[in-house]
């Protein structure tokens, strides 16, 4: 299982940030331990890849990853972390080397900036923050 979160600008933009292990950018988030809820692991991953806490908003998105390249099927929780500003985003920190950097970008950004399947689960996440639903993705596409 892996959980993240979205946050989002007042025009349309969403957060990215940018790993210093892997080439394509991701939302903030990560692999669920064991023992461990989706939203207290989206928790623990803001602390850890932004420094800061914040309040988890409602689920968004759930999406069952296929197995592809080596990797298992698996289970993303997205969650809403709300609106925020360009200066929120200047007042994060990356105390653990893990994420280099991060910046609100559109949609069509994030499409050439993390895998399509992330591009798509953002399009649901946004979605589902209008729509005031859950919205169900298998391998980052909507299904419902």
């Excluded at 759930?62 to 969650?79: K, L």
């Excluded at 591009?119 to 923050?129: F, I, K, S």
Aim: glycine share 10%; proline share 5%; aromatic share 6%.
């Amino acid at each position: 299982m892996a959980a993240g979160v979205l946050f989002r600008s007042s025009d349309g933009r969403v957060l990215l940030v940018e790993p210093s292990y892997k080439p394509n950018w991701e939302i903030p988030g990560g692999a669920v331990e064991a023992d461990e809820s989706p939203w207290a692991a989206a928790a623990r991953e803001l602390v850890e890849e932004l420094g800061t806490e914040r309040p988890l908003g409602r689920l968004l998105v759930v999406d069952h990853v296929h197995a592809y390249d080596g990797r298992p099927d698996a289970m993303v929780f997205v969650f809403d972390g709300g609106v925020v500003t360009d200066a929120d985003v200047a007042a994060f920190t990356f105390t653990d080397g893990e994420i280099v950097s991060a910046g609100l970008y559109t949609l069509a950004q994030a499409n050439t900036l993390g895998k399509p399947m992330l591009a798509h689960r953002l399009e649901a996440a946004v979605a589902a923050v209008q729509e005031g639903a859950v919205v169900l993705c298998e391998h980052g596409e909507r299904v419902g």
